[in-house]
């Protein structure tokens, strides 16, 4: 072994002497000579001591009666929010001091009290290596020996492999089959959104409460302007999870100049108005930060950068997709409706997608 | 009550206490325990406060907080939401901080108490890691300290996504395209954990029962098998004069660490409480309720969270390829998955990759200094500072309006730095390490400066320097140097290859990988050497490196 073993535990007095007479390893001095405190030779810093320990515990008495005082005496009532607001940061700063001194006042007294006042020499304790001494562990082997020949675990093979036959499937099986009803299976759910041919683009009332469900007119886009665009009927009363539904079929319109799109975009495009999914096909946060001079979209969460000009095609960051389209047009009365369903999953990646 | 009274009524208790449980035992076992003091010794106990704090505060929040995304149309105190439909945990969220007194602080509480709670295991972790203190015996205490930090991240993130406000959801769908991204099984995975597509109704309640149940109860169980383990290996201590491996000088659990323990409890909930009364966290109403589709821009999960959140915003796209008609999305995999599983498992493992390195199998009870163990601590170093980059890179949207950069130029320095920086910092901190280890021998052989300068009558100048004491001394001197292990040969007498050399040949690798550069303590012959020539003339002495030394007789 290479370690420097000669030079044993530290601090344990082994000391090998090398030539000359010295030892090879310093030795430990042992503990430095204890120095008094002004409390414990002084009576009056003693006397001292004690009342700056009471005035503490003092002090938490005094923080607990203004907690209970403010608790009944600040009620968090007005007419408007600003009157509310404000009662509530009086409520909420008063019963959060008055907590803060009656918890604080308790500790720092104890803590002053065991410094100045409770002995402060220190003292030794041995320790004991955690392995047990040969004795200990002989006498431990000979229990459980005597306990495995008495339960006859090695003889009997039958009983050990059945039980673990038993075991085994017990702690796997029912825990597997339980979860199975904790949700349904996937199926088609990732792959397919709200939209259908002939739907109509309405405005999504969370972005625009004024908008809410009104079908659009390319006439009401000028160039530059975005709408954020639900299908129409996605929040009625018979879609059982309108949020699911949301989360995939978000879209954003857009209309630009046509000569700024690109052919493959141009096909799925109205007079320069394109609709893109809004759902990052990174992670799913919703992508809506629209630079209008370089006409790309940037996504909030890990700035994942499309550009509206190469058909949302990832130009910066950690999407490795682009926000698929959807291809639209208008119906009878002039209104922007899908030509399409979306042609591929929107959203986030998942095994499946392909 | 008079004071023989209340010794009566003491004694009477202590009575009935023994005669039930044999009360006297425990006592005569654990009061007069002794416990070392030192100031990094509190940020162990700074976690186990806040987490009591998290109870006790949480258990309030459980009393007012609806777990279910069950509409309800908002009609509280807050108008801007006024008339809103909205989940019930979000209004329940909303009506616990504005009509119920001290909810609100309750809440801050809470929520500055998670914080408090994983920053203090991290640096708890470190002072750890350091000073060497999970080496044997301390293993199993690592192990489960590990695997605690781990959790505590989870469970503030848990406990992030029940006010099902907008920040919080935008967690959540991050959470579930990161389940979805896992090959083969992660639809699945996902769709019976939301029970169904992203969000569902069922996430939020299943959640709360994970936060208020599943997880506080292993902490709970965690946390006790971590203290237990600490009152039968006894509490390291610092090197020192008279503390040695075989001892524990410090203060005895009844009264003065009751007291200090006990009253720095109170201290924490003090301050916490300070915060929560004073300054706003998680302003929940401001966000709004989580809805699929609007956007928040530059928003940041809680600060444990950054250093993931920064690895996923660096990943570039093209690592999501397709195989045979699947898709495999390693730009999530890597930083979301894999990157996590790389860090945590070296750090698990960490006590027996440098028992490898040490061939030591001995106790260690007695700390060390980290400019002793220079190896680890640029090993250290460097974790932290990948960390710390990531941590950055999670703000890379803030730095660029901050300092009105391209969020590209950033995302792509930040890029390279996360592979050069953290190698350098491991050279630095050991070139560091290593130079404090030579101003301690130089300290040792020639004393401490006084800033007092003599003239020889030759015209020579030197500075006064006094000699150590012994108690001072031996701070400087206590410490083992290690050598690198020399790999026995792979090949018996007989030419006939040993098992495991091959395994014996990483270790002694590694070994070298962690004790090449070496300084050893000075021994009294060099210190008696050193006097001879001070006696000579007052020519400088450098601290001399162990390379140039000749190496002791007798290894
Ligand atoms: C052990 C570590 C714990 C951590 C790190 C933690 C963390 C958090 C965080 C960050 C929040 C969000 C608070 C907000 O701003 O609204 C939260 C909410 C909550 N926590 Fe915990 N918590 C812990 C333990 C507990 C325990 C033990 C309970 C109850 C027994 C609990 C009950 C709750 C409840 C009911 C909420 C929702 C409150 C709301 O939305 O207003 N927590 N937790
Ligand atoms: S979710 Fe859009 S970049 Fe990550």
């Known amino acids: 072994m290479s370690i420097d073993q000669s030079h044993g535990h530290p601090g344990s007095d082994v000391a090998t002497t090398s030539e000359g007479g010295l030892p090879e390893r310093f030795e430990n001095p042992g503990l430095e000579p204890h120095r008094h405190r002004m409390a414990d030779v002084d009576p009056k810093a003693a006397k001292r001591a004690e009342r700056q320990v009471a005035a503490l515990f003092g002090l938490s008495t005094l923080g607990t009666i203004l907690f209970v005082v403010s608790y009944y005496a600040i009620s968090i009532e007005g007419d408007s929010w600003a009157e509310i607001a404000r009662q509530l940061r009086i409520s909420t700063t008063l019963l959060g001091v008055g907590l803060a001194l009656a918890t604080f006042g308790v500790g720092a007294g104890a803590v002053h009290w065991a410094k100045t006042l409770m002995p402060d020499e220190e003292r030794i304790e041995l320790r004991h290596p955690m392995r047990g001494t040969d004795e200990d562990r002989d006498a431990a082997l000979d229990i459980l020996r005597e306990g495995s020949a008495e339960a006859g675990i090695g003889r009997r093979p039958l009983i050990r492999n059945s039980l673990l036959g038993a075991l085994v499937p017990l702690t796997v099986g029912p825990a597997i089959v339980l979860l199975r009803d904790t949700g349904p299976l996937p199926g088609n759910d990732l792959s397919t959104t709200f939209w259908k041919q002939g739907m109509a683009l309405v405005h999504d009332p969370i972005t625009d409460p004024e908008g809410l469900g009104r079908k659009i007119k390319p006439e009401d886009l000028t160039i530059g302007s975005v709408v954020h665009v639900l299908p129409e009927g996605i929040q009625a009363e018979e879609v059982e999870h309108p949020l699911d539904e949301i989360a995939k079929a978000a879209v954003l319109l857009i209309r630009l100049n046509p000569d700024d799109l690109d052919e493959t975009s141009r096909a799925g495009a109205y007079e320069g108005i394109v609709a893109y999914s809004k759902i990052c096909t990174h992670m799913g946060c919703p992508v809506a930060l629209y630079e209008q001079q370089t006409h790309h979209l940037l996504c909030p969460c890990h700035q994942s950068t499309f550009d509206l000009k190469q058909n949302c095609k990832v130009i910066f960051g950690p999407a490795k997709r682009p926000l698929p389209q959807l291809a639209i047009t208008v119906d009878d009365a002039g209104y922007l409706v899908a030509k399409s369903p979306f042609t591929e999953a929107a959203g986030p990646s998942f095994w499946e997608r392909g | ?555």
């Open chain 2, 1 to 555: 009550m008079s004071t023989t009274t209340t010794a009566k009524a003491a004694g009477n208790l202590g009575n009935w206490a023994d005669e039930r449980v044999g009360a006297s035992k425990g006592v005569k076992f654990l009061a007069r325990k002794i416990f070392p003091d030192h100031w990094s010794f509190m940020l162990g106990e700074v976690a186990l406060y806040s987490f009591i704090i998290l109870l006790l505060t949480g258990v309030f929040l459980t009393f007012f907080y609806i777990p279910s995304v069950g509409h309800t149309v908002y009609t509280g105190s807050y108008e801007q939401l006024a008339g809103q439909t909205v989940s019930e945990a979000y209004a329940s969220s909303l009506s616990l901080s504005f009509d119920v007194r001290g909810g609100l602080l309750m809440r801050q509480i809470h929520h500055w108490s998670a914080l408090i709670f994983v920053a203090s295991i991290v640096t708890h972790m470190f002072r750890v890691f350091f000073t060497g203190a999970f080496r044997k015996p301390r293993e199993i205490n690592w192990v489960i300290g590990s695997v605690l930090a781990l959790l505590a991240i989870i469970e503030g993130f848990a406990g992030y996504s029940l006010p099902d406000d907008l920040l919080s959801g935008t967690g959540l769908r991050i959470a579930s395209s990161i389940i979805l991204a896992i090959p083969v099984v992660g639809s699945y995975i996902s769709f019976f954990l939301f029970g169904g597509q992203f969000p569902g109704e069922e996430f939020i309640p299943r959640l709360y029962t994970i936060h208020v149940l599943l997880l506080p109860g292993i902490f709970l169980a965690l946390i006790t098998a971590h203290l237990i383990l600490l009152v039968v290996q006894k509490h390291t201590q610092y090197p020192g004069p008279g503390r040695t491996n075989d001892n524990v000088v410090g203060y005895p659990l009844f009264p003065v660490y009751m007291a200090k323990a006990g009253g720095f409890f109170f201290i924490v909930f003090g301050i916490t409480a300070l915060m929560g009364a004073l300054f706003t966290i998680n302003p929940i109403w401001a966000y709004g309720a989580y809805h699929p589709s609007p956007v928040t821009a530059g928003s940041q999960p809680d600060w444990y969270m950054g250093w993931l959140d920064g690895a996923v915003r660096l990943t570039p796209g093209f690592l999501e390829f397709q195989v045979l008609g699947f898709t495999v999305s390693g730009n999530i995999l890597l930083p979301a998955l894999i990157i996590p599983g790389l860090v945590t498992m070296p750090m698990i493992l960490y006590p027996w990759i440098e028992q490898w390195a040490t061939g030591d199998k001995r106790e260690h009870h007695l700390l060390d200094r980290p400019r002793n163990v220079p190896t680890r601590t640029g090993l250290g170093v460097m974790a932290i500072t990948f960390y710390l980059l990531l941590l950055v890179s999670g703000g890379n949207d803030i730095i660029a309006t901050h300092l009105r950069l391209s969020i590209n130029d950033i995302t792509n320095s930040l890029r390279l730095l996360v592979f050069v920086v953290p190698p350098l910092a491991f050279v630095v901190t050991k070139r560091i390490c290593l130079g404090l280890q030579r101003k301690d021998r130089e300290k040792v052989l020639h004393g401490r400066e006084t800033g007092v300068i003599y003239r020889t009558e030759e015209g020579e100048f030197f500075e006064v320097h006094e000699p150590l004491d012994e108690h001072d001394r031996w701070l400087l001197v206590q410490h083992d140097s290690f050598r690198p292990l020399d790999p026995a040969p792979a090949e018996d007498d007989r030419g006939v290859k040993r098992p495991g050399a091959r395994f014996d040949k990483v270790k002694a690798k590694l070994s070298s990988f962690y004790f090449e550069d070496r300084i050893e303590p000075v021994t009294p012959a060099e210190l008696e050497a050193a006097h001879h020539e001070h006696h000579g003339g007052h020519e400088a002495v450098e601290g001399s490196d162990e390379a140039e030394r000749p190496a002791l007789a007798g290894h």
